[in-house]
């Protein structure tokens, strides 16, 4: 099966920007209408995001419907069919709610689940496509390429239609969320044309006339069996928890502690993304060697990325248990950035590892391994974002005193990132298949240590 090139790889990219493009719409500027412009409770549109997270359960179903046809394309443009549909709907159901409350938050909930399904068949189809043709010396750069260009899809997306929807309308809300979603599919249907090329049915056990419950719960048993996949499944599940508990969190807490203004807290958030996309970018050397210099293997980073991002929230959590005297000399915006530079080097690395594993195994069930680290994944994003703001809550309501209840959750945080490092170092990312003349191969080593 011919690998792919940096061209195709880039393609991959822009279809994933895409996906982004109409995911950061629907769940963070909806988010701004439903709570600003139609002052709904804050609590409706963040149900509402929980919903898309809690729909993405499917991933594994969806992966292991893309086994059976091999082909992962259609999966992907149906996914971003239904996303784009799910995108629009929710535009047309926010501006529905300002006359008719009822009736536009039941079409909202029936976009919302459209856009979990979109995001679980294109998302997971895409990601096992990179799995199955990207050279093993390119993974964590081909991780880095297309989650780049999904943050860039973000950005721009997110600037071009906010000067859009000034002044804010209902119809200025609809027209621009179709325009994206539209451009979206349209965008992905050229860069996905003749990328993948001819693909055989699948020789192994997925190739059966059709897909049943039983044979889906048959395979992800099998999967789950693999001692690797299921190591790796716990890591996603902790690794997000872990990256996501405080990201409705920060903010506020830049705000009580440390006296951020609204703008000098959202600027945070831009501090945050910036170490982010430069922890991607470092760890995208990953496995490879630049005029003699070897950069690491994909564990190697992904177990230093965890250490880190536990080392910079053990300084937030130091900032909130110090109190006023420690805030006022804590330099809180290196502190951000270090762990967005941390938390981006971990998570990159990770993706490396995660398509280095996903064809190891039973033969033929490479999109159902994703799908289950994607549930993971999904469920780990959700369950930070409640239980972070639960638990700092509860903490407050024990402690008296909101320094401290903060830093409790960002104390617990980076435990979590501890036990994280842990258990990737266990993490066996072997090759499904070297060549025979490998030294590698002859001696049984790793891909991560090879590559280190």
């Known amino acids: 099966m011919k690998s792919l090139s940096w061209m195709s790889i ?21 988010n701004r209408v439903m709570v600003v412009e139609l002052a709904l409770p ?48 929710a535009a047309v159901a926010t501006a529905w709610m300002g006359s008719h409350p009822k009736a536009g938050l039941a079409l909202a909930v029936l976009a919302f689940v459209l856009v979990g399904l979109g995001v679980s068949a294109a998302g997971t189809s895409l990601l096992t496509l990179l ?10 750069s081909a991780a880095a390429t297309v989650w780049v260009m999904m943050i860039v899809g973000f950005a721009v997306t997110a600037g071009i239609a906010g000067r859009f929807l000034d002044p804010y309308s209902p119809a200025r809300l609809m027209m621009v969320s179709g325009t994206v979603s539209l451009l979206a599919l349209l965008v992905s249907g050229w860069a996905l044309w003749g990328l993948e090329g001819r693909t055989a049915a699948p020789a192994g056990p997925a190739a059966r006339p059709a897909m049943t419950a039983a044979r889906f719960r048959q395979a992800l048993a099998e999967v789950w069996a693999e001692p690797d996949a299921r190591r790796f499944t716990i890591f996603v599940f902790v690794s997000m928890l872990a990256y996501s508990a405080q990201d409705l969190i920060l903010e506020p807490f830049a705000g009580v502690i ?24 470092l760890a995208a050397l990953a496995g490879r060697r630049v005029l ?39 330099p809180l915006r290196a502190n951000v950035f270090v762990m967005g530079v941390a938390n981006g080097a971990f998570s990159i690395a990770a993706i490396g590892s995660m398509m280095a594993l996903a064809g190891r195994g039973r033969e033929a069930r490479e999109g159902t391994r994703m799908g289950l680290w994607g549930a993971a994944q999904a469920i780990g994003f959700a369950g930070g974002g409640v239980l972070g703001t639960a638990a700092s809550d509860l903490a407050r309501a024990v402690l008296g005193s909101p320094g401290p209840a903060y830093a409790t959750v960002f104390a617990a945080e980076a435990l979590l990132f501890i036990l994280s490092a842990l258990l990737a170092r266990h993490i ?25």
């Open 131 to 140: 799995a199955k043709r990207v050279d093993e010396t390119r993974r964590a």
């Open 258 to 281: 440390f006296g951020f203004t609204p703008g000098q807290s959202t600027q945070l958030s831009g501090v945050q993304h910036g170490g982010t996309l430069a922890g991607m970018l």
């Open 10 to 30: 880039a393609r991959l990219g822009l279809v994933q920007a895409m996906l982004g493009a109409v995911v950061v719409l629907t769940t963070s500027t909806l």
């Open 292 to 330: 003699g210099v070897g950069f690491g293997s994909l564990r190697v980073w992904t177990v230093w990325g965890c250490v880190a991002s536990c080392l910079a929230l053990s300084g937030l959590a130091y900032a909130g248990f110090g109190g006023p005297a420690v805030a006022a000399h804590w």
């Open 428 to 452: 066996s990312v072997a090759s499904a298949a070297l060549p025979p003349a490998a030294p590698a191969a002859r001696r049984g080593t790793s891909v991560v240590e090879r590559l280190s």
């Open 42 to 89: 804050a609590l409706v549109p963040g149900l509402l995001v929980a919903l898309h997270y809690a729909v993405q359960l499917s991933r594994p179903q969806m992966g292991f419907g893309a086994d059976l046809s091999a082909r992962r394309t259609p999966w992907i443009l149906g996914g971003l069919a239904v996303l784009s549909t799910g995108g629009f709907l």
